[in-house]
Nanobody, 115 residues
């Protein structure tokens, strides 16, 4: 079955960096669009970034120039490099894909930005 497992979250000071990973299995990863979402306390889940099977990317305006999404079709993994982190980036980060007409989500990884 489809599985998405995020890792790499943690506590970081403002201005710091983190790299999130999402390991995927159970579907043809190399052909599949992948997304990172996040959900802050009391807020709706929002799209952070997406990457196509060929590596084309898109970003939310709030993270453009600071975050970079990438993928390895060898390791079946997507990444989110987050630089210049701000307190407002604090959230649970999820990877998400759509396969055979269904949406699949990982369990999430907590990112906290605080001094």
């Amino acid at each position: 079955q489809v599985q998405l497992v995020e890792s790499g979250g943690g506590l970081v000071q403002p201005g710091g960096s983190l790299r999130l990973s999402c390991a995927a299995s159970g579907f043809t990863f190399s052909r599949t669009y992948m997304n990172w979402y996040r959900q802050a306390p009391g807020k709706e889940r929002e799209l952070v970034a997406g990457i196509s099977s060929t590596g084309m990317t898109n970003y939310a305006d709030s993270v453009k120039g600071r975050f970079t999404i990438s993928r390895s079709n060898v390791k079946n993994t997507i990444y989110l490099q987050m630089n210049g982190l701000k307190p407002e980036d604090t959230a649970v980060y999820y990877c998400k894909t759509r396969w055979s007409g269904n949406d699949y989500w990982g369990q999430g990884t907590q990112v906290s930005v605080s001094s």
